[in-house]
């Protein structure tokens, strides 16, 4: 399969973090799985994420490998209660994948490739705006309506101490103590609202699942599993979603050796969008009581 340059660049997004967030040692594993050989290699001796997806992807355009690639991408396993995210990225990988003349398609567990002479993006009759980094941090939210999500009484004032917390930490500049501070706080009022909708959270397919196929229990869900489900529920919009990377595996961050093997370095941006999420949500939360 041979692809052009654009349909390359939504795959490389897809690899790096549209299907998941993959680190440096995460990427290496991905390709060395594509029959690289390659080391990661820490203290600056290695390229940038995506400098180093660009060359792999050159590298296996028109090669068998790059099927596998795409396979092993949107391999249904790696997506157990998650089927509807996986088709939508599927499709949307598709609309590019059509300009190639192929479509990817899901049969149950099975990933397969189909020829087609149709462009799937030019079907499209609606408009969706996808709202830009700027703008989303150009979002001015004044008081936080905590009071308003209806949380349990012991936990609305914890939170509130949280949110103070967190300015304190922006304005000392403090990147990686607020992404840590405001992961956990975004947790909690996600948990608290499960605790509050606890049906319509186990109900949604995008639940995390036990080997039986039953619900989790809520403390062993992760932020990212409340994020998927509280956004399949349409609790939260897609724009918290979208810009939801930097907090969602923020436990690992609190270890400096998983810090270390991530290479996870959170600066004031990161910071800025992850409160920004943390104020989007509170407010969007706050409609559904």
């Not at 992760?222 to 923020?250: C, G, P, W, Y």
Request: glycine share 6%; with cysteine.
């Amino acid at each position: 399969m041979q692809l052009m340059k654009k349909t390359l660049e939504k795959l490389r997004v897809l690899i790096n973090e549209g299907t998941e967030y993959r680190s440096g040692p995460k990427l290496v594993e991905f390709f060395n799985g594509l029959g690289f050989k390659d080391t990661y290699a820490y203290g600056g001796g290695f390229p940038s994420r995506w400098v180093y997806t660009d060359e792999r992807l050159t590298s296996l355009n028109g090669k068998p490998e790059l099927d596998l690639c795409i396979r092993n991408l949107f391999s249904p396993i790696n997506f157990v209660g998650r089927m509807p995210e996986l088709d939508q990225l599927i499709s949307d990988f598709n609309m590019y994948l059509s300009f190639d003349g192929w479509n990817v398609i899901r049969n149950g567990k099975e990933i397969t490739f189909r020829k087609t002479d149709q462009i799937d993006a030019l079907k499209e009759t609606k408009v969706i705006k996808d709202i830009t980094e700027d703008e989303f941090l150009n979002h001015e939210f004044s008081d936080l309506p905590v009071a308003k999500i209806g949380l349990d009484g012991s936990l609305q004032p914890v939170i509130e101490l949280r949110i103070d917390e967190i300015r304190k930490c922006m304005q000392s500049k403090a990147p990686l103590a607020t992404v840590l501070l405001c992961g956990s706080t975004l947790e909690g009022l996600l948990l608290g609202i499960a605790l509050l909708h606890p049906r319509q959270f186990n109900q949604s397919t995008a639940a995390p699942k036990e080997k039986d196929g039953k619900p989790k229990a809520f403390q062993d869900w992760t932020l990212s599993n409340m994020i998927d489900v509280a956004a399949d529920l349409e609790i939260l919009k897609e724009d918290i979603k979208k810009f939801s990377h930097s907090l969602r595996d923020f436990r690992n961050y609190i270890h400096p050796y998983e810090q270390m093997t991530s290479r996870f370095n959170p600066d004031d941006q990161t910071a800025k969008i992850s409160f920004q999420v943390l104020k989007a949500a509170i407010f969007q939360l706050a409609t559904i009581q």
